[in-house]
């Protein structure tokens, strides 16, 4: 069953003014039946078969009597009241109509309704492969690109073109020479220091090491990689009602007869159906780190500088 959210305190401080006769006198009823009849005269002092013969102004001002004697045990029975009930004070004629449609053989003419819509069906559809997949065959080619960078940065950076070196591929070296001062040892420090007796003597240093080991080689890898994916279905219910009216008229006058024809026509359609409204939210996060170099290429590079 569909029911209405609005709450009677609501309704009751709603503008009745713009409401005509008929729907004040109905309300008032239904506020009667809610409250009990013994509460109902207690607040207005009226009679239910004297409501005909008030006027719009004196039923607006028992209407609104109700809001200074409101109790909140007055919901409790609202929510306990009938659809009639409902209705006579307004609440939207949607309420009995979309309970009729429920009980009606829509569902079994159409065979799905707003309340038990297919989502099983519906979800069965989605392509999680490409969804979930998706991403995760991404972070995959991801990380052997940048497998491939490394090889061919030490291709092309650690080792020299074999075009300009006999055909040979050969590790490309990096040489630094510079003067380091060392303790002489033939110094006698019981003499004074001369030219023949120095207490510090000059070398010549001469470091031969691989290019690759002064630099920083890239080595991303992927560490983690999170996927979200949410989807959201919405059953809407819809009804298009059009109605078209036609009249043709004809006079036609003679000697002695008047004749007037006159046809009418009117047609009324009406359609339902129910949509189903899919929302896809995919998030990808994916954190990367510059890796530490491979055993292997570390112990070359170690025998190398050694």
């Known amino acids: 069953m569909y029911t209405m959210e609005k709450t009677l305190k609501e309704f009751l401080s709603e503008n009745h003014q713009r409401k005509n006769k008929d729907k004040l006198i109905s309300a008032i009823t239904g506020i009667s039946r809610i409250i009990g009849e013994e509460k109902y005269a207690e607040i207005t002092g009226v009679q239910l078969s004297e409501l005909d013969d008030l006027s719009k102004s004196d039923l607006v001002g028992t209407l609104n009597q109700f809001i200074n004697s409101y109790q909140e045990d007055w919901e409790k029975s609202l929510s306990e009241a009938s659809v009639e009930v409902k209705l006579m004070l307004g609440f939207n004629d949607i309420v009995a109509e979309m309970n009729e449609l429920s009980k009606s053989d829509f569902s079994a003419q159409s065979g799905t309704s707003a309340s038990n819509a297919n989502f099983a069906a519906e979800l069965g559809s989605i392509d999680f492969a490409n969804m979930i997949g998706g991403p995760l ?68 240093i001469a470091l031969e090491v691989p290019f690759l080991s002064i630099l920083n080689i890239p080595s991303l890898r992927i560490e983690t990689c999170e996927i979200d994916f949410n989807v959201k279905l919405n059953s809407v219910y819809t009804k298009d009602v059009s109605s078209e009216f036609q009249l043709d008229a004809s006079l036609g006058i003679d000697y002695k007869w008047i004749k007037f024809d006159v046809s009418a026509s009117y047609k009324r359609s009406m359609s339902t159906g129910v949509r189903v409204e899919k929302e896809y939210n995919l998030g990808v996060k994916v954190v990367a780190t510059n890796d530490q170099l491979p055993g292997g290429l570390e112990n070359v590079l170690g025998i190398l500088a050694g």
């Open 137 to 204: 065959n991404a972070c995959v080619t991801a990380q052997n690109n940048a497998s491939m960078a490394t090889v061919s940065f030490i291709n092309e950076v650690g080792f020299t073109d074999p075009a300009t070196t006999g055909g040979i591929r050969e590790v490309r070296m990096v040489d630094f020479t510079h003067k380091r001062k060392t303790i002489n040892p033939d110094y006698d420090p019981a003499q004074a220091e001369s030219a023949t007796n120095v207490k510090y003597s000059e070398e010549d």
